[in-house]
């Protein structure tokens, strides 16, 4: 059926031809009528459909713009107990080794620490919830799993999930009907840990159980403990009434590590990893991997993979090929593409995400578009957002270009190809 082909379409786009021919073009149509789609699919299809395409496709209309629902037929003898059988909310695995002990913090997160070193000694908090915020590699994660190591040694029912995986429980619980089930678990514990909270942005279904449980558990006086990479009130896309119960407790803010504590943190890291590197390699992390503290930590456990005993720093370049190819893809930005596009074409980064639909800005910003989702597998929704334009806008403009590479319309081709280049050389703005 069309409107089912044109979906199919859209997210080759979006997720490349060969992603959809594995995973949605073998799902058999079984029949339609006007505005409820019936699909037959393995569970373990079923269940990729909702985790990764679900959450993606928004309204899913027919030709007179009404939203069609999808129904599922599990292609397992058409029984839908083997789909319900894989129905399981356990909390995330930890990594035992993130204790409050071997935490390395700096002065300015050490209010954060004393707070998740107090909770690791008693959960009964003066603040609830608890809300750490702080980007990739500031420490976040790791105080929050040793809150949940230590409390989980002390005999309590705590429960650490990140915030994707509590949606994947949200929407398993509701496709399958086990939301008792859910609350059953969700409810009956003794501390609550989220992580990534931004995640949960735009997708009302698990803000509003989120928000039910939330109530639950603090009218119960059970410790919420929360972390995100940005502060409640700079949230985006979560409700206000959600926002508000963010703010009842405490947030603590966290920095990234100096390039001091890093270091402190390699020589920690190289020591666990049995590594006994010249003061030289953490230099060369240190220069090379810049973009986010993680990715020299990454770097120095591939060097205990790949050369734990034969470690020669003049071969580091070959060693670490892949993750030096992947932190100079990583320090490109949205804003970095709209700058060099800008200076490519001789126009003002202002015309490229405004509103003219003059040729010589149009373009361009066709262009931007595409490199924003090809270099940096950014979503529609977002690109949107970053051009004030509608998704279906974007995906048209992204078509267009790959379409124009594809033929190797010199138009186009040429000024990707250098535009890519230079982000990749770093010449942001002609540097």
């Not at 713009?65 to 894989?86: D, F, G, L, M, Y």
């Not at 429980?169 to 609350?183: D, T």
């Not at 591939?302 to 030096?324: F, G, M, Q, W």
């Amino acid at each position: 059926m069309k409107a089912w082909e044109d979906l199919l379409s859209a997210l080759e786009v979006e997720l490349g031809a060969e992603t959809i021919q594995q995973w949605l073009r073998p799902i058999k149509v079984i029949r339609f009528d006007a505005a409820n789609l019936y699909l037959e699919a393995t569970p373990f299809q079923i269940n990729w459909f909702e985790e990764q395409i679900r959450p993606r496709i928004g309204s899913f209309s027919n030709n007179n713009q009404r939203p069609i629902k999808i129904h599922w037929t599990s292609a397992n003898n058409h029984s839908p107990k083997t789909v319900e059988s894989e129905f399981c909310i356990v909390p995330d695995t930890t990594d035992p080794e993130l204790r409050i002990e071997n935490f390395i913090g700096s002065e300015p997160n050490r209010m954060a620490f004393e707070m998740a070193k107090e909770l690791c000694q008693n959960d009964k908090c003066l603040f609830n919830p608890v809300f750490f915020s702080g980007p990739t590699g500031s420490g976040k994660t790791h105080l929050l799993t040793a809150i949940a190591n230590a409390l989980t040694a002390k005999g309590k029912n705590v429960f650490l999930v990140n915030a994707a995986n509590f949606t994947e429980h949200v929407v398993q619980a509701i496709r399958l009907g086990r939301m008792l089930e859910f609350r059953k678990v969700y409810r009956e514990i003794d501390v609550l840990i989220v992580d990534d909270i931004q995640l949960f942005a735009r997708r009302s279904a698990t803000q509003e159980e989120f928000f039910h449980t939330f109530n639950a558990l603090h009218t119960q006086q059970k410790p919420i403990i929360l972390g995100a990479q940005i502060i409640p009130s700079e949230l985006q896309d979560i409700e206000p009434r959600l926002i508000s119960r963010f703010e009842w407790g405490i947030t603590l803010q966290l920095d990234p590590p100096s390039i001091e504590i890093l270091r402190e943190i390699l020589i920690r890291k190289a020591h666990q990893l049995d590594l006994r590197p010249p003061e030289e390699l953490f230099n060369y992390l240190l220069h090379h991997f810049s973009s986010q503290p993680a990715a020299s930590i990454e770097a120095l456990h591939a060097i205990a993979l790949r050369c734990p005993h034969n470690l020669d720093i003049r071969h580091l370049e070959n060693v670490l090929s892949d993750l030096l190819h992947k932190e100079s893809a990583a320090t490109v930005t949205a804003d970095k593409i709209i700058d060099q596009t800008a200076l490519f074409f001789g126009i003002r980064r202002e015309d490229l995400t405004g509103s003219s639909q003059m040729r010589e800005y149009a373009q361009p910003r066709q262009i931007a578009m595409f490199l924003c989702r090809n270099t940096l597998q950014l979503s529609f929704q977002e690109i949107g957002r970053i051009f004030d334009r509608d998704h279906s806008t974007v995906i048209t403009s992204v078509r267009q270009i790959k379409n124009a590479i594809d033929n190797k319309d010199q138009k186009f081709l040429e000024p990707v190809l250098k535009i890519s280049q230079d982000l990749r050389l770093g010449k942001i703005n002609g540097k």
